[in-house]
């Protein structure tokens, strides 16, 4: 009986060596199943970009969003019923776009490898692929990932615009994210951009002082003004790089280091004591934010993700499969 306990515990041992390794995203995980999968991807997001380069904010608002709701498992993309309130009904994910081009890909790849590439997976490799045509940096995707079969609209619970950094350093945590990362990853606002409405009270009313925020640019406050109008039945939108818009570099960093900010978490980053010494290296280093950005996007891209027979492969991205 004993040597039967010792073979058993030996048998598990071996076991929590093994499983990790077998069930861990990798590198060219299609490779064999779908030799073409990443070049499809590729194809048409370039395709895509050429006709609008605002797909790359777009798209990594999706992957964030997606991942810090039940991990990475593409549950953002999944429609509502009549019986269901889904991730993309909640209001922080109403300016959530490109779900077309999500349908579009995962249509190719149907047509190239039926039942094969998870949705979640296309979501990881579209925003890498839009991140590169910007100017960004150049990194492989792990895969592997499986589709989720749960979305509910209660479940959305994103760091907010007027988050304090120690309020989106706790959001982040919770999900394995350190501060560094956080600092990083936000970093994705050098091309993103922002109704007014998620700003509107930095330009006139701060935290109800009546006054702008006494943080941000004078200048900037008068242009960010002009551009959101006084019409409260209409939501214009501004750049938060004022520079770079369009291109994926450290100007963000940059911006914020100058009272440039358009949001207030991106100007708390600047002026916090928690993060402004890391706001600094990155507004120093271009290759440096960006081979650091790489990293914290391969670890956002692991979050919780579902992997082995956990969840599905969608064969329609919007809808779970028929049992």
């Known amino acids: 009986m004993e040597s039967y306990h010792k073979y058993i515990s030996v048998t598990f041992f071996f076991l929590s060596l093994i499983l990790p390794l077998t069930l ?14 990443e070049t ?3 194809q048409v997001v370039q395709q895509r970009f050429a006709a609008d380069k605002s797909i790359t904010p777009a ?32 209001g922080p994910n109403g300016s959530v776009r490109e779900f077309a081009l999500i349908d579009q890909i995962k249509s190719k790849l149907e047509q190239s490898c039926p039942k ?16 590169v045509l910007a100017g960004g940096p150049k990194y492989n995707v792990p895969t592997g990932r499986r589709d989720g079969l749960i979305s509910r609209s209660s479940e ?22 350190t501060l560094n990362d956080m600092v990083v990853l936000l970093g994705a606002h050098t091309v993103g951009i922002a109704h007014c409405s998620l700003f ?12 702008p925020d006494p943080t941000m640019n004078k200048a900037l406050v008068t242009k960010l003004t002009g551009v959101c109008g006084s019409n409260p039945n209409v939501d214009p939108t501004a750049f938060l790089d004022q520079k770079t818009p ?3 570099d450290n100007q963000y960093y940059n911006q914020i280091k100058s009272n440039m900010g358009v949001l207030q978490i991106d100007q708390e ?55």
């Open 24 to 37: 861990a995203l990798q590198v060219g995980f299609y490779s064999k199943t779908c030799p073409n999968a």
């Open 40 to 42: 499809i991807v590729q």
């Open 59 to 90: 798209l990594l608002r999706m992957h964030f969003h997606d991942c810090f709701v039940r991990g990475c498992d593409a549950s953002i993309l999944i429609d509502s019923t009549s019986t269901n309130q889904a991730e993309k009904a909640a």
């Open 116 to 131: 094969t590439v998870s949705c979640a997976d296309i979501i990881t490799l579209a925003t890498r692929d839009s991140v």
């Open 156 to 177: 959305v619970n994103v760091p907010g615009p007027s988050f304090t950094v120690s309020q989106a350093q706790k959001s982040f945590s919770d999900k394995g994210l």
């Open 200 to 211: 509107q009270d930095r330009l006139s009313n701060f935290q109800g002082t009546g006054s």
């Open 246 to 248: 369009f291109v994926f």
């Open 269 to 323: 980053l600047a002026l916090d004591s928690l993060s402004s010494t890391l706001v600094t290296n990155m507004a120093a280093n271009n290759v440096g934010f960006g081979q650091s950005f790489a990293k914290a996007m391969v670890k956002m891209g692991s979050i919780q993700v579902l992997q082995g027979t956990s969840g599905e492969i969608r064969q329609n991205c919007r809808v779970l499969n028929k049992s």
